[in-house]
């Protein structure tokens, strides 16, 4: 009767969804521009960190488009409430890693934390439930006390490398002896010039012996 009075939609396009269908319809499921630098052997996530720190693997499930399917979702997980997406592509892409030695080897699961104003202004972070999906997958610890941020900015989508890195965006670590000698794999929703992701790993990577590695829903 509740699904008769308020259908699921997908989130996508915005159609009823049948039973079988959670999140996405198969239309716009075959529509979304996969990434998944975990399964083709892309080097394209890594790529973008070259120089500035050290990662083992890095991995995006999806290609962020402008005006598109990807636009739709992202939005919906950020602005609009639907946090069941970030459960969605969690556990879509925890599914994949569990059987790739290079996640095999992760530690924990730490999400890029909101700042609690903002975290108490949306009620959620978007990254949380791709982030535990992807532990409960890997059968590790999902870590959002560790990395803490202090800072309070806005959006950082779009913004230049420059200006982002140069921004009042401040992480701290807690708890950081339980990092010496793991493997954290760093979660995050969308990565555009790594600027945000940069910021954290420097933090989480101050012990020599802690190693990172780096996965997101999409990719700019």
């Not at 979304?32 to 120089?51: E, N, Q, R, V």
């Not at 699961?109 to 700042?115: K, S, T």
């Not at 701290?172 to 979660?187: F, M, R, S, Y």
């Amino acid at each position: 009767m509740l699904n008769l009075l308020f259908p699921k939609v997908c989130q996508g396009c915005k159609m009823v969804l049948s039973k079988e269908e959670n999140i996405l319809c198969v239309s716009c499921r075959h529509k979304l521009p996969l990434a998944s630098h975990h399964t083709t052997g892309s080097h394209g996530m890594k790529d973008i960190f070259y120089g500035r720190f050290k990662v083992e693997a890095a991995t995006a499930l999806i290609y962020f488009q402008k005006k598109g399917i990807t636009q739709e979702l992202l939005h919906n997980l950020k602005y609009r409430g639907k946090k069941e997406i970030s459960y969605f592509f969690g556990k879509w892409l925890g599914n994949e890693l569990a059987d790739i030695e290079d996640y095999k080897s992760c530690d924990m699961v730490i999400p890029v934390p909101l700042h609690k104003q903002k975290l108490k202004k949306r009620g959620y972070n978007q990254v949380e439930g791709f982030g535990k999906e992807i532990a409960n997958a890997l059968e590790i610890p999902y870590r959002d006390d560790i990395l803490i941020k202090v800072s309070k900015t806005g959006s950082q989508v779009f913004k230049q490398r420059f200006t982002r890195f140069n921004s009042e965006e401040i992480f701290t670590v807690q708890h950081a002896d339980e990092l010496v000698g793991k493997h954290i794999l760093l979660v995050d929703d969308i990565v555009t010039t790594g600027a945000t992701l940069e910021n954290c790993a420097l933090k989480l990577l101050k012990n020599p012996s802690t190693k990172l590695s780096i996965a997101t829903i999409a990719v700019a």
